[in-house]
């Protein structure tokens, strides 16, 4: 099963760099790593994804390792607004198949 | 454009019941996957259509079921309810299918269920 293990909880504070890893040893080749977040009494939101190579965007950065075991979300500057549950998800193909496998996710609060 | 907009928010049943929750994507998206969400469990993927057709199926009762309509709005149907089916049930759509490509997906408000 491709599965994904975070910290139950992270604390930051505002205006600080946050990094929050994942691990996923037994991803395949060919999935890609998403990251999404839900914030109190709304549904998740899409972060960021990538295969291989780190990934930038407004919202975030992805770095992956080498070896793609691993990968670390990461915020430039916290603010109070990124305070919800980071997901790290994967794909699995189990009885003929695919499913997006949610992990429990890491709960960031951003101290002011 | 509008996002993905799930209908009713809020519903109560009694156990044996049956229930019907409505999910209308992003306009030109073909893909609806439904998911439900519990502090126990977490969350999980119940089944993704695409196009009309269920692609892909979690590991849910047949009492869980669902379909798709020609302009991609989804319908998910819960049959003879139990008290562990509350929770909150989430609606996302993709332009394509969201498991097997790269798709970002767009997840709606939730329909928070409660049985009793």
């Known amino acids: 099963d491709a599965k994904t293990t975070q910290p139950n909880s992270m604390e930051s504070n505002e205006e600080e760099p946050v990094h929050l890893p994942c691990n996923h040893s037994?991803?395949?080749?060919?999935?890609?790593i998403h990251w999404y977040r839900q914030l109190p009494s709304q549904g998740p939101e899409y972060v960021i994804h990538?295969?291989?190579s780190n990934v930038n965007n407004r919202m975030a950065s992805l770095a992956i390792a080498e070896d793609r075991k691993s990968s670390t979300l990461i915020l430039h500057r916290a603010t109070l607004r990124d305070a919800a549950v980071y997901y790290c998800?994967?794909?699995?193909?189990?009885?003929?198949?695919?499913?997006?496998?949610f992990g429990s996710g890491t709960r960031l609060l951003v101290r002011p | 454009k509008a996002g993905v907009t799930q209908t009713p928010r809020y519903l109560i049943k009694t156990r044996g019941q049956q229930v019907t929750l409505s999910c209308s994507p992003i306009?030109?998206?073909?893909?609806v996957s439904w998911y439900q969400q519990t502090p126990g469990q977490g969350l999980q993927f119940l089944f993704e259509?695409?196009?009309?057709?269920?692609?892909n199926k979690g590991n849910f009762p047949g009492r869980f079921s669902g379909r798709q309509f020609s302009n991609s709005r989804s319908e998910m149907n819960v049959s003879t309810l139990e008290l562990g089916d509350s929770a909150l049930y989430l609606c996302?759509?993709?332009?394509?299918?969201?498991?097997?490509?790269?798709?970002?997906?767009?997840f709606g408000p939730g329909t928070r269920l409660t049985v009793l």
């Open positions: 996302a759509s993709s332009l394509e299918s969201a498991v097997t490509g790269t798709d970002t997906q767009y």
């Open positions: 998800i994967l794909r699995d193909y189990v009885d003929s198949s695919y499913k997006l496998i």
């Open positions: 259509y695409f196009s009309e057709t269920q692609r």
């Open positions: 306009s030109g998206h073909r893909s």
């Open positions: 990538g295969l291989t």
């Open positions: 037994t991803i395949s080749g060919t999935d890609y």
